[in-house]
T-cell receptor
Framework: AQSVSQHNHHVILSEAASLELGCNYSYGGTVNLFWYVQYPGQHLQLLLK??????LVKGIKGFEAEFIKSKFSFNLRKPSVQWSDTAEYFCAVNTGGFKTIFGAGTRLFVKA | SAVISQKPSRDICQRGTSLTIQCQVD?????MFWYRQQPGQSLTLIAT?????????ESGFVIDKFPISRPNLTFSTLTVSNMSPEDSSIYLC??????????FGPGTRLTVT
């Protein structure tokens, strides 16, 4: 069965530290990849997406993610986190149609 | 983009009762989706609500437990029936726009005692 794995459930960083959240999926075909973010008290919202082309995609607020097809990975990165990045981050994979599979989420807490 | 609202935002219910959750979208959409997010777990798709036809349920979810209505292109309801503590969860309504991007409602936090 298709699945999405996020490596860390909880991450605690100090401001200005670099961030990398791991995401791996199991599906051998063409995928559309997403990272969603949920800030405290807010809706889930799209952070960035990959459909095709350059495997390094940039999203809002300085986030980027790299699609490595050979590793079935789509890791999220940010060079320098801010306190306002405290949120829960979800990796998601769409394999076509209206079926998107979500990872379990990673809760990021950034210490000011 | 799409703006989605849900009612209620949260509720505490007794075992054996039912709760109906409403979802309103600010634009017409063909399909609306209901998810469950249990504590510490991923989002799980419950069903797809199509206007003018029966909802399509995912494995492990049945219509008797989670009846869905879709009376028009901007509104849907999900009922959680005969609730048990295991139904305590956040229930989310979602729609897709082009390119399979999803927009989510704020969620309904349900606690069953």
């Amino acid at each position: 069965a298709q699945s999405v794995s996020q490596h860390n459930h909880h991450v605690i960083l100090s401001e200005a530290a670099s961030l990398e959240l791991g995401c791996n999926y199991s599906y051998g075909g063409t995928v559309n990849l997403f990272w969603y973010v949920q800030y405290p008290g807010q809706h889930l919202q799209l952070l960035l997406k990959y459909f095709s082309g350059d495997p390094l995609v940039k999203g809002i607020k300085g986030f980027e993610a790299e699609f490595i097809k050979s590793k079935f990975s789509f890791n999220l990165r940010k060079p320098s986190v801010q306190w306002s990045d405290t949120a829960e981050y979800f990796c998601a994979v769409n394999t076509g149609g209206f079926k998107t599979i979500f990872g379990a989420g990673t809760r990021l807490f950034v210490k000011a | 983009s799409a703006v989605i609202s849900q009612k209620p935002s949260r509720d505490i219910c007794q075992r054996g009762t039912s709760l109906t959750i409403q979802c309103q979208v600010d634009s017409q959409v063909t399909m609306m989706f209901w998810y469950r997010q249990q504590p510490g777990q991923s989002l799980t798709l419950i069903a797809t609500a199509n206007q003018g036809s029966e909802a399509t349920y995912e494995s492990g979810f049945v219509i008797d437990k989670f009846p869905i209505s879709r009376p028009n292109l901007t509104f849907s309801t999900l009922t959680v029936s005969n609730m048990s503590p295991e139904d305590s969860s956040i229930y989310l309504c979602s729609v897709y726009t082009e390119a399979y991007e999803q927009y989510f409602g704020p969620g309904t936090r349900l606690t069953v005692t």
